[in-house]
């Protein structure tokens, strides 16, 4: 069993920064793949980073390609998200998840446990 807190999550400017952590909780933090994922109301959840075990291998959405950066400490049992240069349209409950078998896939069904949940707003 894994529990899941985001935290970072706030209100900022378009063209702004904020970094998302996840702290994990249990012992087998490091063979979780572990991913970041956005919902906004009335749409699916849908993929913005992963991350495998290891950190050896990471994915970004296009939409984000180049301005986010996912990043892992498996000392701390801690994933990261920095989400630079900030577009309204990056507003939503950003939720970080586990995936137990290692890779951090892109398909939310694919994860196994998920964190509550840490609203950005990004204002024009």
């Known amino acids: 069993q894994v529990q899941l807190v985001e935290s970072g999550g706030g209100l900022v400017q378009a063209g702004g920064s904020l970094r998302l952590s996840c702290a994990a909780s249990?012992?087998?933090?490091?063979?979780?793949?572990m991913g970041w994922f956005r919902q906004t109301p009335g749409k699916e959840r849908e993929f913005v980073a992963t991350i495998s075990w290891s950190g050896g291998s990471t994915y970004y959405a296009d939409s984000v390609k180049g301005r986010f950066t996912i990043a892992r400490d498996n000392a701390k049992n801690t994933v990261y998200l920095q989400m630079s240069s900030l577009k309204p349209e990056d507003t939503a409950v950003y939720y970080c998840?586990?995936?137990?078998?290692?890779?951090?896939?892109?398909?939310?069904?694919?994860?196994?446990?998920w964190g509550q949940g840490t609203q950005v707003t990004v204002s024009s």
């Open positions: 998840a586990a995936d137990r078998s290692g890779y951090g896939l892109r398909a939310p069904i694919t994860y196994d446990y």
């Open positions: 249990g012992r087998t933090f490091s063979n979780y793949g």
